[in-house]
């Protein structure tokens, strides 16, 4: 059943350029995200495809906090180097000047008079280090709570020691700054401080990416295949490409569009590229409450995201929620030999799928594993993913894809229409 179609040069292509400078990380500056909605909506108008929506685009918004400026944090005179040595809390507030460094430690927070001395000290212009604590067992953890909220009057604090950062995207202002120090960034203690970081609060306008491949035999029976475009995007001058998170993804999404463009399937087959996952799933969400194409004519979701990889296989979540499809996975799967392992997962709100399923669509998301440590960072960059079971994987989603549509047909258990 398998395409020949499938194309691993095609996709490191469209990594390539959805992971360069030109896009910003696809997030909320440089116009990162709309430069990336505008490739794939002309990847689907090449192939001519149908826009249910306005020149592919459904248009909506959101607030976010962006980092549009140059991010500085010097350290005892040391400069430290954004996304490789330190980066803060996604909400960060701006903050501006030179700041004194205390520590504070377990020994502190559980021994009355130290703490108390501890907050006898003048707390306003300096930086609080937090070293240690979270994985002690404290006595008094209110007040590690009380030192962890910034409830205490210092300025900000500072996490140190992180063997690795994983940033996020916020839709509010953090109440105060909490800067994260890479574990091997500054190995002596800190004395003091000089930081300026800009951070913004702005609506932002974007937009989920929508086409459809109309089917031959049933055009009111929809598969349809997702994927997230978004990404992180830039804290100052550093960037986060998202190659794998998930430009590996809409790789994915748009060579199957290429080979579905060309040979259509018995169902109809709806592509839908989601704006705003990385910030809270909010791009699916609002399709699901505002769709171009019913839910109810809807026969299955696959949604694509971390596709990068595949060496140790593939994670089915909601295989535990349709195990008769699943099933039919595991099948194909066996069949071509195509992937060491297909995981069953259950529910989880962990990707664009979530909110489809919530509303009885049925729905999976697709992930590949393999050997491959970069997540939300700025070294899950084009050259360091591998690819060394996309075109595995793709056979697999597009057999699924038409065995699904056969199988439907043969039972006839077309989509019908919800109450």
């Not at 100052?236 to 060579?255: Q, R, T, V, Y």
Request: proline share 3%.
């Amino acid at each position: 059943m398998a395409t020949k179609a499938q194309n691993k040069e095609y996709a490191k292509q469209v990594i390539e350029k959805l992971c360069s400078d030109e896009y910003a990380g696809r997030g909320y500056v440089k116009e990162g995200d709309r430069k990336a909605a505008r490739f794939i909506a002309e990847s689907f108008r090449k192939n001519r495809l149908g826009s249910p929506t306005i020149d592919y685009f459904q248009t909506f918004g959101f607030p976010v906090i962006t980092f549009p400026g140059e991010t500085f944090l010097n350290i005892d005179a040391v400069g430290l180097t954004p996304g490789r040595d330190f980066i803060v809390n996604a909400g960060c507030p701006s903050i501006k000047g030179k700041f004194e460094i205390i520590y504070i430690d377990s020994v502190t927070i559980d021994n009355n008079a130290a703490f108390q001395s501890f907050l006898k000290k003048p707390l306003r212009r300096s930086f609080i280090v937090i070293s240690g604590i979270q994985n002690k067992k404290l006595i008094q953890s209110e007040r590690a709570e009380s030192v962890l909220k910034n409830t205490i009057g210092a300025k900000g604090i500072i996490i140190d020691k992180q063997e690795k950062f994983t940033w996020t995207v916020a839709t509010e202002r953090a109440v105060f700054p909490i800067i994260y120090i890479q574990k091997n960034a500054i190995k002596h203690t800190m004395i003091e401080m000089e930081i300026d970081i800009e951070s913004a609060s702005i609506d932002h306008q974007t937009q989920n990416v929508i086409a459809s491949v109309n089917g031959k035999l049933y055009p009111d029976s929809f598969v349809v295949i997702t994927a997230h475009y978004d990404h992180l995007g830039m804290f100052g001058e550093a960037l986060f490409p998202g190659a794998n998170d998930n430009a590996s993804g809409i790789a994915m999404m748009l060579d199957l569009m290429n080979t579905i463009a060309k040979n259509p399937l018995d169902y109809s087959v709806l592509f839908i590229a989601f704006a705003g996952e990385e910030a809270g799933l909010l791009g699916s969400y609002y399709y699901t409450q505002n769709a171009s194409v019913p839910l109810n004519k809807m026969a299955v979701l696959l949604n694509l995201d971390l596709m990068a990889t595949g060496d140790k296989g593939m994670t089915a979540v909601n295989a535990t929620e349709f195990p008769a499809e699943f099933k039919l996975l595991q099948y194909i799967n066996e069949q071509g030999n195509y992937l060491p392992n297909i995981n069953s997962r259950g529910k989880a709100q962990n990707s664009d799928h979530y909110y489809f399923t919530e509303a009885g669509v049925k729905s999976f998301f697709f992930y590949l594993m393999g050997d491959y440590h970069f997540y939300h960072d700025i070294d899950d960059k084009a050259s360091a993913i591998s690819l060394s079971k996309y075109n595995e994987a793709y056979k697999l989603v597009y057999d699924f894809t038409v065995a699904y549509i056969q199988q439907s047909i043969s039972n006839s258990t077309k989509p019908k229409e919800q109450e």
